[in-house]
Structures are given as structure tokens and as C-alpha cells.
């Protein structure tokens, strides 16, 4: 079917049935990147990367905050979005957590013991001095953050989203971000979950619902026109 060749042609297409695409078909439409649009990286922290590329299971009770090789398949189409979108001048958001012994957890994984440099950017991914770097408690950086002023102070209508988790704290994001009125564009190769499976299902309701998924390189073209 012609909806399931296009705007269904993504990381879950083999996951859903013919009666599945049916029900979401009042959905389909045009994907695309906003007028004026932000970069926003959503927890490339060190913790994440903790473990080298290994399989999530294999760490997650050491780690359990790591998404293993999942984090490390996702590096260099991470840095290619990120050199696209520094090429055309877009702003680049960076959100990581808050690290105080105090903090409020984000999510209800139990508790380990973390240091200040797991908050820290991953190196890859580094930020720029004229990068900018929220800091977060909860799983959504439109709580508690700057980040809703900095993108209307800016004139910002969109936001290009990588970064983890999926069905966490992007899923969380997209979901903040749509409620407040701004067009987002998640980057399918640039986000990542530590489990396959939460993030196919959950990248496939993100979007139909509140983002447009799209392949990288669609979105390097994108941008390139801006």
C-alpha cells in the first residue's frame, strides 16, 4: 500500500499489519522541518555511553542508565546532524541532567550512584560556546527549564530533535514541545532507546500523533535550504 511504502517506511514498518496502517491512516500528511528551527539533543550525556557498545542487557545491572550499542550505533549520524545544522547557523539546544545530591529523579529507575561528569556531554557530540545547555530534573525539559523561553525569545516555530530515550525523556519532549505549538522533526537514526523494541513502537506514535519521523538525510536536505 502506497501510505505504507512512504510515510510508513520507517524503522517499524515490519511490526504492524495492514488492518494497524488502516487505523492510522487518517495521519498520514507531508513530513518536513519548520520555517526557523532549533537543534535540541536530549540526554547525549556520558552516562549513556557507559559500558561501550555492548548489549543493554549485558551492563544494565552495573548500568542500568546506559543504552549500550544502541548509544554507539547512533554517534555518527548524531555528529552529521549536528555539522549540518551548525553549516546552515541553526541553534543548537543541548538538555542533560541537573547533578545535585538532592536532585529529583526523573524517572522511577532505581536510584545509582552518579558523579558530575556523568551529566557532562558526551565527547563526540561536544557542545560549541555559542551552544546552549539546559539542565533538567524531570524527564521534559519544558518543566522547570529556561528552554520555552529561549525558543520564543528566538523566534523559534521548530525543533529538530536526536537523543535518547525514545520512549523516555524524547518521547517526553515531543510530546511538551507539540503541546506548547512548536512543528517537531525527530531524526530517526538519531535517537535511541536501550530497548529495540520501546523505540520502534514508540517512534511509531510520536509519529503519527505529535512528530514527524524522518531519515537523516532527508533532513540534512532539509536544512541545507534554510
Known sequence: MAHKNLFEDHCWRDLYSEEDYTVYAPYIRETLIGKKPAVLTIYLYNLVYKGEARPPHEITKELSSSCGKYA??????IVKLL????????????????FSPNRVRSTRRAKT??????????????????????????????????????????????????????????????????????????VEECVFD?????????????????????????????????
Open 72 to 77: 554507539y550505533e547512533a554517534i555518527v549520524p
Open 83 to 98: 555539522a549540518a545544522g551548525r553549516q546552515a547557523g541553526l541553534p543548537i539546544y543541548y538538555v542533560t541532567g541537573l
Open 113 to 186: 550512584a552518579l558523579t558530575e561528569n556523568d551529566y557532562e556531554i558526551y565527547k563526540a557530540s561536544s557542545p560549541q560556546p555559542e551552544d546552549v545547555i539546559i539542565r533538567k530534573e524531570r524527564a521534559s525539559s519544558f518543566f522547570g527549564t529556561p528552554l520555552a523561553s529561549h525558543l520564543v525569545q528566538n523566534g523559534h516555530d521548530s525543533l529538530i530533535v536526536c537523543g535518547e530515550s525514545t520512549s523516555d525523556c524524547v518521547r517526553s519532549n515531543v510530546v511538551d514541545a507539540y503541546s506548547n505549538g512548536f512543528h517537531i522533526s525527530v
Open 194 to 226: 536501550r530497548n529495540e523494541m520501546a523505540h520502534k513502537t514508540s517512534l511509531f506514535d510520536l509519529h503519527h500523533k505529535y512528530a514527524d519521523a524522518m531519515n537523516l538525510s532527508k533532513v540534512i536536505e532539509s536544512i541545507k535550504k534554510h
